[in-house]
Structure formats: C-alpha cells, structure tokens
C-alpha cells in the first residue's frame, strides 16, 4: 500500500509541476445561427420560406460544418493573424513558401453544433486571449462571407448560362409560330379541330342515312321479287294492295254470282254469258293491277338501289376528306403545342434571366452571427484540478493493476490460504524475516571430556530474553508435538525443496526450544554436503557424522554438548566425505532406531529434497518431515514437487514452515509487529526490574 500510495504520490505532484508550468491557453467561441426557412432571394421561387425535414437539416449543418473548416474560410483569416506561425506549424523557413499552395488546416479551430440546435460554434484557443475572440469572429465572417460568393458566382454563372440558350430559343420560337401560321394558311381555317367537329357530325349523319337506304333497298328488293314471282299476297303488300284487295273481293263475287248462274240457267243462257263476261273483265282488272304493282315495285327498288350508291358515294368521300382534315389537324396541334412551348419558355427563361440578376445582389440573412466571440477571462488549458483528478484516477488504476499483475504472476508461496488451497496441505508455524543474521546465532560452550554439568546457581546463566523469532520458533514446537495424537514423534527430519530455505537454522533453533523443556533432545546435521549447525551454535566441526557412517568410530564418540542446554546434544556434520554422503540413507536408518531410545526428540537437517537423493531415503525412516520454505521467494512448482515425492515415499508430512515472513507478504502476519513492541516493553520491565 505505501508503494502505490507513493507512486500515486509523486505523479499527483509531477502533474502539477508540469500543469502549473505549461502556458495557459484561452478560448473563445462565436456562435453562428442557420435559418433554414429564410428565403434564398426576393423574387421568384427562391423568395419562398424553406421548410426542411430533419435529416435534410442534419446533413446541411454537417456541410456547414465541414465547410467552416475548409481552406477557401481560414485561409484569408490565417494569412491575416498568421496563425501558422503561432501554431508552429512552419519548421523551416522554406515551408512558407509550399504552404502557400497546400491546404491550411488550423489545429486550434474547432467547429461543434450543439444537440437539437440550429447553432454553429466557432471556437479557437490561443495563449492570446484577444487573438483567440478575433480569430473566431473573423473565420464566423469569413465564412458568411464565402457563402455570399458562392451564391454570387453561382447566380452569374447561370445569367451567362441562360443569356447564351436564350438566343437560341428565341429563334427556335420563331420558326414553330411560322409553321404553325403556313398551316393555318393551308387548311383555310384559323381553327382546324371545328371543322373536324363539322366533318365528324356531317360522316356521323351520312352513315346514318346510308345505314337507312340499305335497308329500305333490301326491302324494296325482296318485295319486288315476291311481286315479280306472280304471288298475289305479294302484291298486296305493295302500293296497290287496297285495290288488288277490292278486285280480288269483287271477283269473288262474280265468281260466286257466275257459279249460280251456270247452275240455275246453264251455260247457253244470256245470264250465264254475261256473269261469264263480267267474271272476265274482273279477271283482266285483276292481272292489269297486279303488272302495275309490279312495276310500281321495280321502280321503287331501283330507286332504293341508286340512293344507296348515292349515299356511299357521299360516305367515302366525306371520310376521306374527314380522314385528310384529321390527320393535317395532328400535325396542327404538334406544331401548336411546340410553338407555344417555345413560347412559355422563352417568356420563363427571360423571367429567369430577371430573376436571378435581382436575386444576385441580395444578401439573404439565412446565416448570422447570434453572438460574437469575446476574449476569455480564465484559461481552458491545463485545468489543475482536472489534470490531478486524472492523474489521481489512473495512477491509481495503474499502481493497483501493477500491483494485482504483480501478484498473479508471484508464483512464490505467501500465504497459508494460498498453500491450503494449491498445494492441499497447511502451515503448521511461520518465521519472522530477521534483518541481522547474527541475532539467530545460538553460541554454545562445550563440556570438555569428562565434565559433567554441575548446577550452580551463582553460575546459571540468566534467562535469555524472548525474540519475536524465538517465540514463532516455540510455536512450531507446540504444533508438531501437542497435536501428534496417533503416536509419539521420536525421529523428526528437516528439509526443504530447494537449498538457502533456512531449514538448519529452524531446526536448529526448533532443538534448542525442545530442549529448553528439559527434554533429551539431539540435533543431527545430515547435510554433508554443506553443513551448517558447527555455524550456527559457533562449534568446530571436529569428528561427526561422517565418520559414523564410515565406521571409524560409534555415533555416541561425536555426541557434542553445550554447557548452556545440558538437554541438548548434537552430531556435527563432520569432514566431508563422498562415501559417507553416498550411504547417509542405508546406515543412518538402523542408528536412527537406537538414537530414538535414548532421546525424547531426535531432529534431523536433512539436504534439500529435489537434486539429492539422501534426503528422500531418510524422510522413509523418520517419524514425520517438515518442509521449510522462504515466504516470497520459494517456487509453489518446487514444494509441489517436493510434496508429490514425499507422497509417493509415504513419508509423514507434517506441514510447511513459512521462513522469513513479512507484513507485507500477507494480511495474517500483522501480529509479528505488535509481538515486536510487545518484547520491547518486556525487556524494558525486565531491564528495570534488574536494576
């Protein structure tokens, strides 16, 4: 926590150095408002108030926008004020020169619209605050400015446009009015579609009749037919009919009158010739009547039959002239219809030219300044307080990430919770981290051959004062042998994964705590490759294990004994010897057994277990093993491995033994420093007690 607190720290004050030591640099803004509905021009259509829809209006503003940026708008106000220069945007001398040619962009110009506005602000910072409200208020004029000359040039590129078809419309007009007039001249009318209109009812009335003749010639025909086959009911159909129907009944008669003479008077009788006769003359009247009938028919057939003629006649010529008169009033209306349009676009061409000549001089107010930009009075650049709450925010962020990277890539054994969770096991004691080395020295006297530890009061040295490490040292002791419930640990082996763990210093000091309950306690270095208790109590090496091992002489002959524990006895180590190290596992098993009888406790400080195989051979003959690992340094893959050997071998782990342990390893290790003062206050009363 100090770390990221001094890391926050010094770039909380490194971000007000540098804020409080850049040049301040102010802003001012002219606003601009866009009037969509105000009208383009005072006459024509262009006089007409707009009425934009919403995305038309979003994407004008965006073409505002881009266009108030644009070259042609800050170029005249950045060759005025120089801003290139004041933007040190010109390294050389020479660039004033291309820069004439390239576009200018000014990096202090920003142009934003606020949300659902027709507003346009024009903001440029500068270290000048006038210059800055000058600047923005010139490029808001300049770019009205450039917008009146855009539509100047515009509308006198569209006069020259239209003055040139002019010409040529006009002369087109002229000619569909002259072959418009030719026509009219040939058809003999001013209106050819009236004519047409006669022509139409005229062939309408004649189909009419013509239909009319046609039939009354098919009827005249077939009674002419009937009458000329010689059928009397025929003929009565004809004019005659009344008075072939008279004859017809007075022959009647006659014959009747004729049958009765001839019956009663005979055929010489007078009467009987004279009804013959009349019968006759009747007969004659009758065939006389029917010829004429006939006649009468032929003549009225005939008749029928020339009109129909007479009438089709008429019908084809009308339609034809119906047909001419039609198709010349086709070609009328086209020339008509062109002349005219001719006509309306030359009249709205010239409306037009008009137009757009009043309109050019009109400088329409869709675009003004709302509110002009003034000089600033605070500074926007650098912001104290928001630079430190930025700095503040993610230094934060990255002492806290760094130090969270930190730990997931610490692969080190820290905490007890970590080792129960990864390596399936637990912590049965920690060490304190001791600053001086020395202090963990234990300095013993030795008895000399054949001196027996006589207790003299006057000569019992004094208690030795309590250290924080020596306490977590007794602590240890408890836990190995208060909680061995199953059976009774004799034989207790010390190792680590790997080498510099402290593993023969803690089993050294775990032998003095045992011994100091006035128990038989023996301390043996196995390490013969780099043996460390003669170090650590401060004895020669001498005669010890080695030479055990080698058969030179009996394992009681290199007991050594410190005249400051009398319930302590330690095997060095001894000379160093290749053999001896080669069979450490094989011979120290048997002696093992016979050391567990005599002593309460027998502590081995075995060699690291992961490179050495001795130490493997004597964790299967020991009565339990406790691994000694560095807080922050020991690899969790190494006393993994370690422990998966020591599993395979079916070895009593006891647990692990933190070594070197710091507040800062693990919140659980606060306590080390309250023991610390607590010591301190102890040997103060101690002290005074004494004196």
């Known amino acids: 926590m100090w770390k990221i607190g001094a890391f926050i720290l010094v770039v909380l004050i490194a971000t007000a150095v540098i804020s409080l030591r850049l040049t301040p640099v102010y802003e001012s803004t002219a606003t601009l408002y866009v009037d969509r509905q105000e009208a383009k021009g005072i006459v024509g259509q262009e006089s007409q108030a707009n009425v934009p829809s919403a995305l038309d209006a979003e994407s004008f503003l965006a073409s505002q926008i881009r266009l108030l940026q644009s070259d042609s708008v800050v170029r005249p106000v950045a060759q005025r004020f120089r801003l290139l220069e004041s933007e040190q945007q010109l390294a050389k001398e020479g660039d004033q020169a291309r820069a004439q040619d390239a576009p200018i962009v000014l990096r202090n110009l920003k142009v934003a619209r606020p949300p659902n506005t027709y507003l346009l602000q024009v903001s440029y910072r500068s270290p000048d605050p006038q210059l800055a409200a000058d600047v923005a208020n010139q490029v808001a004029q300049s770019y009205i400015e450039h917008t009146y000359n855009i539509r100047i040039r515009s509308s006198q590129s569209l006069s020259r446009f239209m003055e040139r078809q002019i010409e040529e419309l006009r002369v087109k007009m002229e000619d569909s009015s002259g072959r418009l007039a030719q026509m009219e001249r040939e058809l003999n009318v001013i209106n050819p579609e009236e004519k047409t209109n006669i022509l139409s009812a005229r062939l309408l ?22 009458t000329r086959s010689g059928s009397l009911e025929s003929a009565q159909v004809s004019g005659q009919g009344e008075a072939i129907r008279r004859l017809l009944e007075r022959q009647n008669e006659a014959a009747e009158r004729f049958a009765e003479v001839k019956a009663h008077f005979g055929v010489n009788h007078p009467e009987f010739r004279k009804a013959q006769a009349q019968l006759r003359e009747i007969q004659s009247q009758v065939d006389a009547t029917r010829d004429n009938a006939i006649r009468r028919m032929q003549v009225e057939y005939e008749q029928a039959q ?64 709302a509110d002009a930009a003034r000089p600033a009075w605070k500074p926007v650049f650098p912001k104290l307080t928001l630079n430190l709450l930025l700095a503040f925010l993610f230094s934060s962020l990255l002492a806290v990430g760094a130090a969270i990277l930190v730990d997931t890539l610490d692969n080190t054994i820290r905490d007890p919770e970590q080792v129960s969770r990864t390596l399936k096991t637990h ?9 001086n080395t020395r202090e963990l020295m234990l300095p013993a006297k030795l008895l000399t051959a054949g001196e027996t530890h006589v207790e003299d009061p006057s000569a019992r040295p004094k208690d030795r004062q309590f250290s924080t490490y020596e306490e977590a040292v007794r602590t240890i002791r408890s836990s190995v042998l208060l909680t061995d419930f199953d059976r009774r640990l004799r034989t207790l082996l010390m190792t680590s994964a790997t080498a510099s763990e402290g593993k023969s210093t803690t089993a050294g000091h775990l032998a003095f705590a045992h011994a100091e309950q006035r128990k038989r306690t023996l301390l043996i270095d196995c390490d013969l490759r780099r043996p460390s208790q003669h170090k650590l109590f401060g004895i020669p090496l001498g005669a010890g294990l080695s030479n055990v091992l080698n058969g030179e ?139």
Do not use: C
Request: charged content about 25%.
């Open 427 to 435: 912590i049965i004691g920690t060490l304190p981290s001791v600053k």
């Open 306 to 369: 020339a009109r129909e003629k007479m009438l089709e006649r008429s019908v084809n010529e009308t339609k034809a002239e119906y047909d001419t008169l039609n198709f010349r009033s086709f070609e009328y209306q086209r020339a008509k219809r062109e002349a005219e349009a001719d006509k309306n676009l030359y009249d709205e061409l010239v409306r037009k030219i008009r137009e757009a000549g009043i309109n050019a001089g009109f400088q329409n107010n869709m675009v003004r300044i």
């Open 205 to 226: 009335q004649l189909n009419t009749e013509y239909t009319r003749a046609q039939a009354e010639r098919v009827a005249a025909e077939a009674g002419y037919e009937q």
């Open 553 to 691: 002489t009996g394992w009681r002959d290199v007991l050594v004994r410190p005249a400051n524990n009398e319930y302590l006895e330690i095997i060095t180590a001894g000379p160093p010897s290749r053999r001896a190290a080669d069979m450490i596992g094989q011979l120290l098993g048997p002696v093992m057994e016979e050391m567990a009888r005599g002593y309460d406790l027998v502590i081995l400080d075995a060699p690291p277990l992961l490179g050495f195989a001795e130490s493997l051979q004597m964790a299967s003959s020991a009565d339990g093993v406790i691994v000694v690992t560095r807080a922050g340094e020991t690899s969790r893959k190494a006393v993994a491995a370690a422990l998966t050997t020591l599993s395979h071998l079916r070895a009593n782990v006891l647990g692990l033994v933190l070594n070197q342990v710091k507040k800062h390893h693990a919140d659980s290790y606060y306590y080390y420093g309250y023991y610390g003062k607590y010591y301190k206050r102890y040997q103060s009363a101690a002290q005074n007690a004494e004196g």
